[in-house]
């Protein structure tokens, strides 16, 4: 089913702005368009556009972005390369998510003392 490029924003979450800065940089291939010169995206391209946006929400840089889209249209061939990129990629998440956990730690230990010292305070008061 052919989706214009309004409905694909719609569907995905993202501006048509970002469909054409994708395809400007390399990161859609392939795009189709109408006798008018209006894009129209297919099933397989939003699964690409979703792929795409899910690795750059999840922090992978637009430098990788272009080289794992060129290696989705390298097709078959470059399945091992995309494998590589991906498990680097999710590596790099793991570490984030540890980094981020750690400062969780930290913030509701603050919380916790924040909570205690309100309780503490208002001891004061009530002892006044």
Known sequence: MPYSPGEVAGKLGVSIDTLRYYERIGLLHGIERTTGGQRVFSDDDLG???LLRC???S???IARLRRF???LHDGDEAAEQRVQLLAEH???IDEKVAQLRG???RV???IAWYR???VRQAGLKEAQ
């Open 48 to 50: 690409r556009i979703g």
């Open 55 to 57: 690795l750059r929400d």
């Open 116 to 118: 205690a010292e309100t």
């Open 90 to 92: 999710d590596r790099e």
């Open 69 to 71: 889209a060129e290696l």
């Open 59 to 61: 922090g992978m840089p």
């Open 108 to 110: 509701r230990e603050k």
């Open 103 to 105: 400062e969780q730690e």
